[in-house]
């Protein structure tokens, strides 16, 4: 980190920092200008507290100079992290192959689930998505099918070969649901629930990431960085929009986040227009968008029957518009030098 100190900052106030970086296991480094003095703290300060440096007398601001995350971050590993997701259809996130996720918002019946599924692979599909466990904005809204779900969910793949994703949330789902599915999701409203985090990072299955409605990128990239320490790697994070003034979409769907994590970090980055919008008409456009920026894959809700989805059937495509823009993405994927 670099301490900047306040014009006119005494040397007891600079000697003071010095003795502090040095309690803190850095050395320091002082840089006296004309103006004004920096202390530049050398060595690895992640996991140091810049705040109690930031404090002190004579000091206007501290700035880190290191990312707070480590092992989410390119500085630590410069080759892409590819993850694959299950299934036998070789789904993966991260390498050439913009990988499509889609389904239904969540699972609501037997027939029902089989029949998206056969028709999201038709249309490009490498992986189904469905939630078993729904996190409801009311408590009397449809919660899931739980368990039932799950058994659905794993259904479909054995008749399909795709990957399943499905939403965990809680410590004690956790065993139950990596038990059927292959890629666990941690939804938008659990990104800071550190227990799960933790608890979905002592497992091996790879686990989808959603960024949390309030969330900037950088808690986004300590999040993932819980899993990771706990020794999984094999973390996707998940764009599904922001919560901002705006009312036109559900959400705000930042894109520019897909190049920037690139930018600094490893992991993959998928996009999800469907929470990101909350409108149907905006997400093809917003799935082209999203290859066209080098996103890793898209997770798509689909439906047969939107009008009447238990959940989210306004931002619920039909297999029929999916298979559609499939083609269109085939195309904008061969421009950025990817696969879809
Ligand atoms: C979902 O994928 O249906 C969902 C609930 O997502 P999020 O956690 O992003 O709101
Ligand atoms: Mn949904």
């Known amino acids: 980190m670099i301490v900047v100190m306040e014009q006119g900052a005494s040397q007891q106030d600079i000697d003071h920092v010095v003795k502090s970086i040095r309690e803190l296991g850095l050395r320091e480094h002082v840089i006296t200008g004309t103006e004004r003095t920096v202390v530049a703290a050398i060595g690895d300060d992640r996991a140091k507290s810049k705040e109690n440096i930031e404090m002190l007398p004579g000091v206007e601001k501290v700035m880190p100079v290191l990312a707070p995350y480590k092992m989410a971050s390119r500085e630590v590993k410069k080759d892409r992290t590819i993850v694959p997701l299950g299934g036998t259809l070789g789904a993966a996130a991260g390498g050439k192959q913009v990988c499509l996720i889609a389904g239904p918002c969540s699972v609501e019946n037997r027939t029902a689930l089989l029949e998206v599924a056969h028709q999201v692979k038709e249309a490009g599909a490498t992986a189904l998505r469905g939630g078993a466990f729904k996190p409801r904005t009311s ?23 795709l990957a399943v994703v499905t939403e965990v949330m809680a410590v004690d789902q956790v065993e139950l649901v990596a038990k059927y599915a292959d890629v666990l999701q941690v939804g938008a ?21 959603k960024r949390g409605l309030s969330a900037t990128l950088e808690e986004f990239l300590l999040a993932a960085e819980y899993i990771i320490s706990r020794g999984n790697p094999q973390v996707i ?21 897909v190049p920037e994590v690139h930018r600094i970090s490893h992991l993959p980055i998928i996009i999800d227009p469907s929470q990101g919008t909350g409108h149907a008409h905006l997400v093809p456009d917003m799935c082209k968008a999203a290859v066209a920026c080098g996103a890793d894959g898209l997770i798509i809700e ?29 195309k904008i994927a061969a421009a950025v030098d990817r696969e879809i």
Do not use: W
């Not at 495509?317 to 083609?327: D, E, Q």
């Open 189 to 209: 409203r659990n990104m800071q629930n550190y227990n799960l985090l933790c608890a979905v990072g002592d497992q091996r299955k790879p686990v989808l990431l």
């Open 302 to 330: 689909c439906h047969d029957d939107p009008e009447h989805a238990l959940t989210d059937g306004a931002q619920s495509i039909t297999p029929k518009a999916l298979g559609n823009l499939m083609k269109q993405l085939r």
């Open 139 to 161: 408590p009397y809204a449809f919660q899931g099918l739980g368990e039932k779900g799950l058994e659905i969910l794993a259904e479909a793949r054995d008749q399909t070969g």
């Open 237 to 257: 994070l998940c764009e599904r929009g922001i919560r901002t003034f705006e009312t036109y979409c559900r959400n705000t769907l930042p894109l520019a986040i």
